[in-house]
């Protein structure tokens, strides 16, 4: 291991600001855990070129509960669940309640419709509002997802340490928003397209049926 993190400084900030908001710590509180100042951790999660010492490098990631390659970025491109299965898994299917509370936090999931070519699986940013999916997307995309079609949507999340993970799907009916009350209520709640260009169609679910399923560790 070199004498500094592999990969842009600015990125490295960036992922110890992101894991720190996912663990719900406070720069104090993860500084007072790494054993370094916490001014200097302030400093560095703002200032992307400040260097950060393979000590505190390895301090940061044990007091944010990861890996020093994780927070390098080493398994941004590695596909999430080729490890093996755990000791004790225990397959769960979630309640309707379940299912909402993983949707709440919003993040990425797929759209699911039908296309000429046949079956299509989009991609999408999204958000839970007032019990359906939310997301935006081009004005020129398939009909399918703007003009009442039923599509499915489904998301995930994968512990790869814990050999855990769940998975929601949702079927129902897409429809563009139209109504300029509701499209600027749906501005507030922040759905920014990675793929960035004029995605300004939104696009809402109303949810027919929804189930979903977990994988946990018994003892």
């Not at 397959?91 to 699911?112: F, I, K, N, S």
């Not at 129902?172 to 004029?198: H, S």
């Not at 995605?199 to 018994?218: L, M």
Request: hydrophobic share 40%; aromatic share 6%; charged share 25%.
């Amino acid at each position: 291991m070199s004498g500094q993190p592999t990969g842009h400084s600015g990125d490295l900030a960036r992922r110890i600001a992101h894991r720190r908001d996912e663990l719900g710590l406070t720069r104090e509180e993860v500084a007072r855990r790494a054993g370094m100042d916490m001014g200097y951790l302030d400093y560095f999660e703002h200032n992307p070129a400040a260097a950060l010492s393979i000590g505190t490098w390895l301090r940061l990631a044990k007091a944010l509960e990861t890996t020093p390659a994780s927070l390098a970025g080493g398994d941004v491109g590695r596909p999430p669940g080729p490890g093996r299965a755990g000791p004790h898994p225990v397959l769960e299917t979630l309640t309707q309640e379940q299912c909402e509370d993983h949707l709440v936090a919003g993040g990425v999931g797929r759209v699911v419709f039908s296309a000429e070519r046949g079956p299509v699986a989009l991609p999408v940013n999204f958000r839970f509002v007032d019990g359906r999916v939310v997301f935006r997307t081009q004005p020129t995309a398939s009909p399918a997802i703007t003009a009442g079609a039923v599509v499915s949507f489904e998301v995930d999340r994968i512990d790869e340490a814990m050999s855990e993970g769940w998975s929601v799907l949702v079927s129902g009916r897409a429809q563009r928003v139209e109504d300029r009350t509701e499209l600027g209520k749906l501005a507030l709640v922040g759905i920014e397209p990675w793929a960035g260009g004029q995605r300004e169609a939104v696009i809402r679910i109303e949810i027919d049926e929804i189930s979903g399923r977990a994988i946990r560790q018994g003892r």
